[in-house]
């Protein structure tokens, strides 16, 4: 097979992945309320922090936005399974088994991920130039809190590109321990076991949705930019623009999870086929067919 077909994987899997969102808005719920919950404990951090933040204490709220992110996967995985296993989509079994079944092999990988997170965090604050009291809360401030706004530069950027991949990595593990029942650190080997076998089909996964992220984040640079210029905005003009960051938010980690879940899909169906020739060379699999991959 030629790059070009393995690079396509990508495309194929993210037209998929929105295809799937249009049948079944289903899995965007759990991602949702994962985004109240992460954007709660960043607008509290900020306008709410302890006395003295110690460094452990960041490092524990951080963990936490990254177990909430795991799980609300894993729930979305879940459906996945169900569908994929010739079930009707089941919220209440999805909860159980992610918060009963996978919840003690979701915190290592959280603890990995929320690690590294940690790390990226600190040498942004070393090389931040930007010296805060701390805000008054504001629809303002929060909009731009949870919007992402910083100042441009290629050291950031490259942290974002980082912190992007390390995510995509984290949710590509995650199907080996929700339908496959394999503990962390073998998901995480897993995980590095796909990347190493189809690095085409995932290199363009990963390109592919930071694309679509850029685009949907365009909006806000421009509405930032004219704010910092001394555009003023009503409260409600920014309660709308929260909306939209909740929006852009909870489609950009539906998109990669679901992308790299179908990437992990195909693996499996690669190897019950003999795990010969590129992963192009299998039909791929998808959630909207009547073929149940998962079936037993």
């Not at 933040?53 to 996967?73: D, E, H, P, R």
């Not at 790390?119 to 504001?138: A, C, G, L, Q």
Request: glycine share 6%.
């Amino acid at each position: 097979m030629s790059i070009g077909s393995q690079l396509g994987g990508g495309w194929e899997l993210l037209v998929d992945s929105v295809k799937v969102l249009f049948e079944k808005p289903v899995f965007l719920v759990p991602i949702f309320f994962s985004w109240i919950l992460v954007s709660a404990i960043i607008l509290y951090v900020r306008y709410y922090p302890p006395q003295i933040m110690i460094l452990y204490q960041v490092f524990g709220f951080i963990f936490l936005m990254t177990l909430i992110i795991c799980l609300a996967n894993i729930v979305m995985l879940e459906f996945m399974e169900q569908i994929e296993s010739g079930q009707e989509i089941s919220f209440s079994k999805a909860l159980k088994e992610a918060f009963i079944l996978d919840f003690y092999k979701v915190i290592p990988i959280a603890l990995v991920w929320a690690l590294i997170w940690f790390i990226i965090w600190i040498i942004r604050v070393i090389n931040s130039k930007k010296k805060t009291s701390r805000p008054e809360p504001s629809m303002k401030d929060a909009a731009m809190t949870l919007g992402g706004d910083k100042p441009f530069s290629w050291l950031g950027l490259g942290l974002d590109l980082l912190e992007k991949l390390i995510r995509m990595f984290v949710f590509l593990s995650l199907p080996a321990i929700a339908w496959e029942k394999k503990g962390s650190f073998a998901a995480f080997k897993k995980g590095f076991q796909i990347i190493r076998k189809h690095p085409l089909q995932f290199l363009s996964t990963y390109t592919l949705t930071g694309i679509v992220a850029f685009l949907m984040a365009i909006p806000l640079v421009i509405i930032f930019s004219l704010s910092h210029g001394g555009v003023t905005f009503p409260p409600i003009f920014w309660t709308i623009v929260i909306i939209y960051i909740s929006i852009i938010w909870t489609l950009g980690i539906y998109l990669e999870q679901m992308s790299v879940g179908l990437l992990y899909l195909w693996h499996l169906k690669w190897v019950k086929n003999g795990s010969k020739g590129d992963l192009s060379s299998i039909e791929k699999p998808g959630l909207l067919d009547d073929i149940h991959e998962l079936k037993v």
